[in-house]
């Protein structure tokens, strides 16, 4: 190898972006190399987005204990790499002067750096099972995939006397991968699920989301509203929970409306 030729690397992190093995800074050009740990400052920045949804540089400069000048060099990164993109924010209150600010979201390309290997293999499996045992087969699947909210939940509000019931309830999707929180609304809580594990498989098999949202309800004894799904192109999957159980919620739980796509401000509130 020449003295000129720089060796390269692969991280092992989950976005796979090369490093230099001997970085180096070229002063007054406006070139800059990034290194080793910027690679992991990057698997931060972009792991923070993915776990708290669409983040200004500020917000991400704040969180991660950065300075927002390193913060945008890394979301820079991320945008040329196609794993990020910036949007006008999405905000509820009226805003002063001036443009508003960007935010930044994964696409799924950024998406698929984390733990994503098997998704066609899994939407093999399940135009397979849709073949050969129909659209029932499929939703028993799903049915049966999503039986871990009911098996879980008890178990957890045992162990966290803490936490409330939706409250419980994200912490078994994040248990399960899905890095869920729980975000307060006008009509209740909104359950906020910022990655879905098989979201890629979900856009053609919306079974999973389905029996899902099915599984939340039937464990909170209530009506409940899925707004959004990262499956069919959200920042985040999210389902409302209204304060006040629905006197129908026993004969309506197994039959609950999947992926309502909102066009008011309930979804813009979640991913500011």
């Not at 991280?11 to 002063?27: D, I, N, S, V």
């Not at 073949?131 to 098996?151: C, K, L, P, Q, Y």
């Not at 389902?239 to 309506?252: E, K, L, M, N």
């Amino acid at each position: 190898m020449g003295a000129g030729t720089r060796a390269l690397k692969r991280a092992p992190g989950h976005l796979g972006l090369p490093c230099l093995k001997r970085p180096r800074q070229y002063r007054h050009t406006g070139v800059v190399e990034f290194t080793g740990n910027d690679e992991s400052t990057r698997q931060r920045v972009a792991r923070s987005i993915l776990v708290n949804g669409a983040s200004t540089a500020a917000a991400l400069a704040e969180r991660l204990a950065l300075t927002p000048a390193a913060v945008r060099r890394h979301l820079d990164q991320l945008v040329d790499d196609g794993h990020v993109i910036a949007r006008d924010q999405r905000v509820a209150a009226t805003r002063g002067r001036g443009r508003p600010a960007k935010e930044f979201v994964l696409t799924e390309t950024g998406r698929d750096g984390f733990d994503q290997q098997y998704d066609d293999l899994a939407v093999a499996a399940l135009r397979f099972v849709s073949e050969t045992g129909g659209e029932g087969a499929v939703r028993e699947f799903a049915r049966r995939r999503a039986a871990f909210v009911e098996e879980r939940f008890d178990e957890v509000a045992h162990d966290r006397p803490d936490l409330g019931p939706v409250q419980v309830l994200a912490q078994v999707f994040t248990d399960e991968g899905y890095a869920a929180s729980v975000r307060e609304s006008p009509v209740g809580d909104q359950l906020c699920q910022q990655h879905c594990p098989v979201s890629h498989v979900a856009h053609e098999f919306p079974q999973l989301c389905e029996e899902e949202t099915a599984a939340i309800s039937r464990v909170l004894g209530r009506h409940v509203q899925r707004l959004a799904t990262i499956a069919h192109g959200d920042g985040v999957c999210t389902t409302c929970v209204p304060s006040i159980p629905s006197s129908s919620s026993s004969s309506s739980s197994s039959s609950v409306p999947s992926t309502t796509t909102p066009q008011s401000t309930p979804k813009e509130k979640v991913t500011t």
